[in-house]
């Protein structure tokens, strides 16, 4: 387990860039990895170590074979397939939450691929884009409409007014685009394909370490449920510990400690007095550009110090989840589950001009709503 850890991350270009920016960071703010640790979102790594853990479990069941051979032969033409995953995506994220929705229609998505020929990368960048859109309609949807929710002290219904007319822009825009992005071509299965072979046990036990794990969240203790799970897949399947992605965590720790080092630059130190004094137009693309860099989470948790958790804030923060990598932390689950280095640079080609046309249309419709 730890050889191909080890060989992951030897490869892997963007755990690179951060230990880079990291290092070039250290040059111009104090120097103190004591502190570091505490930067690190422990809940978000341990809540994402239990995800991964139950996810793989049902992946390696052979049951997200079983789902995808009954789902691929309902869509005659790769279009329609392609819209159905879109919406499927969205949805999920708007109960879900958006990390876990990406679990669920990823694995999924590359069970696909056995099935029919489908172009794979573009679907799973368009379900990035998707659970980023569908997610920001309900306080529980994402990481920073649980705390804006929490500070608003909106009803679950207000909040969720507030955020629909966003919701539903964006979601209409994205269908829009991806009905253009997949040809009306038919879908031509893969001759001899063997009929899938499950394991219901595994898949109950998943299920079972499931509710037990969101029990743990709820009450707070996402340490003592990660370990319940980790121990039942130690007892029922092995080999679910050893599959599973970790070095994805020792990415996801570098992006916070860059985060802690970047908020450090004296560049950005007088950057709380002014965020107060900022026009609407101003905070817009405050909010919009620090989720380029530091992450749509941490911005909010910035911003929030300072300004009111008004509508506008809400907005922008969630349309930063688009654009660049690092905008939303759903980016990076999605695109390193596809396991393939060209979908790093591809993803931009499509999220880039989808955070041209947010912060415009977005903002246009928040003066106009």
Not at 54 to 70: A, I, M, N
Not at 360 to 365: I, K, P, S, T, V
């Amino acid at each position: 387990m730890i050889l191909p850890g080890l060989r992951a991350l030897a490869r892997d270009r963007f755990f690179h860039l951060l230990i880079l920016v990291g290092v070039v960071l250290s040059f111009f703010v104090p120097f103190a990895p004591a502190r570091w640790p505490a930067a690190i979102d422990w809940h978000t790594i341990i809540t994402l170590s239990g995800l991964m853990m139950l996810t793989k479990g049902v992946e390696l069941s052979g049951y997200f074979d079983v789902v995808g051979r009954k789902t691929v032969r309902r869509f005659a033409t790769e279009r329609r397939l392609a819209m159905f995953m879109v919406l499927a995506a969205a949805l999920l994220s708007t109960f879900l939450t958006n990390d876990v929705a990406l679990f669920i229609v990823v694995p999924l998505t590359l069970t696909l691929r056995k099935l029919c020929a489908i172009p794979v990368n573009r679907m799973i960048i368009f379900e990035a884009l998707a659970v980023n859109a569908g997610s920001l309609l309900t306080p529980i949807g994402n990481p920073q409409n649980i705390l804006l929710w929490g500070r608003s002290g909106l009803s679950f219904g207000a909040f969720t007014a507030q955020m629909a007319p966003l919701a539903l822009l964006m979601m209409i825009s994205l269908l829009a685009v991806c009905w253009f992005a997949f040809p009306n071509k038919a879908l031509h299965y893969h001759s001899g394909t063997p009929a899938p072979q499950w394991q219901p046990r595994l898949v109950w036990s998943c299920l079972g370490l499931y509710l037990l794990f969101l029990t743990a969240l709820e009450l707070k203790l996402e340490l003592a449920g990660a370990l319940l799970v980790a121990a039942g897949f130690l007892l029922l399947a092995r080999r679910v510990l050893v599959s599973v992605d970790w070095t994805l965590l020792l990415v996801f720790m570098a992006m916070f400690i860059d985060v802690h080092l970047l908020i450090q630059l004296p560049l950005l130190q007088g950057l709380p007095a002014h965020v107060s004094q900022l026009s609407s137009g101003g905070l817009w693309l405050t909010a919009i550009g620090l989720s380029q860099f530091i992450s749509n989470v941490p911005a909010t948790i910035l911003l929030i110090n300072y300004v009111p958790p008004t509508t506008l804030l809400a907005w922008a923060v969630n349309v930063g989840g688009f654009g660049l990598l690092p905008g939303s932390l759903a980016n990076l689950i999605a695109l390193r589950m596809a396991n393939d280095r060209r979908i790093w640079w591809r993803f931009h080609l499509w999220s880039l001009p989808m955070l041209a046309w947010a912060a415009g249309a977005g903002f246009l419709l928040y003066l106009f709503r």
